[in-house]
C-alpha cells in the first residue's frame, strides 16, 4: 500500500484533525521521523521533486505534509499546465521510500482535475465528510463540556442554526470558557454571537501558535476586511503568546497540569492547549518574539509605517519555522 495519503474534504477544522491524526499515527510508527510542512503555493515542479526526494543520510524516516496546493484547484481542465506535477508524482510513486509519508492535503476534490484524478487513483484517497446536523450537536455538547461549559440546549441549537464552520463554532466555545463563571444569561449569550471579529482574532491567534503561516495570513486578512484595528490585534497575539509561555515554563518545571491552572487562573482546557503548542517555540525564539512584539507596537504606535506591512511580517517571522 502507498505511503502517499490523499486527504480532502469541504470543511477545514475536520481536515486538520484528519490530518493531525494521521500525522500522529506515522509518529508513533516513526518516532524519529523528520516532519517537514512543506509550503505548495512557492513549490514549482522542480522544487516539488526536490521536496519528495528522501535522503537517509539526513534523516533515518521522514514525514512531508503539502497542504492546499494550488495545483489541485477547480480549474484542471487545462491538462499541459499540470502535466510538470504529475511527472513528478509518477515518478515519485514509481520508486517510493518506505521510510516516507506523504499527505496531500485538499479542500475540495475536482475530479476534472488530472493531479487530483491521479491521487485519487494511486494514493490513499481520504474523504473527510462535513458532520450532518446531529452528529454536529453531539459535538459541540461533547467539546462544551471538555471546557466545563454548560449551555442551555437553546443556545447550543441558536449555534447549530449558524451555520457556520466548526473553526468558528469552536472559537464561539473558546471564547465563552474565557469568561469568569458563571455564564451570563441567555440574551447575553446570545449577544457575544455577533462579535465575529473577535472570534477571527482567536482565529489569528490559534494559526500563530501552530505555526501556520497561510492560516495566519487568511485571518488577519479577514479582519482587516472587518475593520478591526491593528493594535487590537496585537494585544490579543500578544495576550495568548504570553499565556502559552507561562505554560511552557511551568510544565518544564514539572508542574502537575492542575497546579498550573491554579496557578495562572487558567481553565482546563485551555492549559491544555497552550501545552500542545509550547514544544514548537525555544525560548530563545519566544524571548525574540516577544521583542518583536514590543518593537511594532511602538512602531505603530509612533511612525507612518505601513500597518498591515508589518503585521504581515511579524506573522511570517512567527510561521518561518512552522507550517
Not at 537517509?56 to 510538470?84: M, T
Not at 501558535?209 to 479582519?223: D, I, Q, V, Y
Request: include cysteine.
Amino acid at each position: 500500500m502507498s505511503n502517499l495519503v490523499y486527504l480532502y474534504g469541504n470543511d477545514d477544522y475536520l481536515l486538520d484533525v484528519k490530518a493531525e491524526e494521521i500525522i500522529n499515527k506515522w509518529l508513533a510508527q516513526l518516532p524519529d521521523a523528520e516532519v517537514v510542512r512543506a509550503d505548495p503555493d512557492h513549490l514549482s515542479p522542480g522544487e516539488l521533486q526536490e521536496t519528495l526526494e528522501f535522503n537517509p543520510l539526513f534523516a533515518l524516516s521522514r514525514i512531508v505534509v503539502l497542504r492546499d496546493p494550488p495545483w489541485l484547484d477547480k480549474s484542471g481542465r487545462q491538462s499541459k499546465k499540470y502535466d510538470p506535477v504529475i511527472q513528478v508524482f509518477n515518478a515519485y510513486l514509481a520508486c517510493e521510500p518506505e521510510e516516507q509519508m506523504v499527505l496531500v492535503r485538499t479542500r475540495e476534490h475536482f475530479a476534472t482535475n488530472p493531479v487530483a484524478a491521479l491521487l485519487k487513483k494511486q494514493a490513499q484517497a481520504l474523504e473527510v465528510k462535513k458532520l450532518g446536523e446531529a452528529a454536529l450537536e453531539k459535538w459541540l455538547k461533547a467539546e462544551s463540556q471538555v471546557r466545563g461549559l454548560a449551555l442551555p440546549p437553546v443556545f447550543i441549537k441558536k449555534l447549530l442554526g449558524l451555520e457556520q464552520d466548526m473553526y468558528y463554532l469552536s472559537n464561539v466555545l473558546d471564547r465563552l470558557a474565557l469568561m469568569e463563571p458563571p455564564l451570563p444569561p441567555l440574551p447575553e449569550l446570545e449577544a457575544t454571537l455577533d462579535s465575529r471579529r473577535e472570534s477571527k482574532v482567536f482565529k489569528l491567534t490559534d494559526a500563530l501558535l501552530k505555526r501556520n503561516a497561510k492560516a495566519s495570513l487568511e485571518a488577519h486578512r479577514e479582519l482587516l476586511q472587518q475593520g478591526e484595528p491593528i493594535l487590537k490585534t496585537l494585544f490579543m497575539i500578544n495576550q495568548q503568546f504570553t499565556q502559552m509561555a507561562k505554560v511552557k515554563y511551568f510544565t518544564e518545571q514539572g508542574w502537575p497540569r492542575g497546579d498550573i491552572e491554579a496557578e495562572l487562573k487558567m481553565k482546563e482546557f485551555a492549559v491544555r492547549k497552550f501545552s500542545g503548542m509550547c514544544g514548537a517555540f525555544t525560548w530563545e525564539e519566544i524571548e525574540a518574539l516577544h521583542r518583536r512584539l514590543l518593537e511594532i507596537d511602538i512602531s505603530l504606535k509612533s511612525t507612518s509605517k505601513d500597518q498591515n506591512m508589518q503585521m504581515e511580517l511579524l506573522i511570517l517571522e512567527f510561521c518561518r519555522l512552522g507550517a
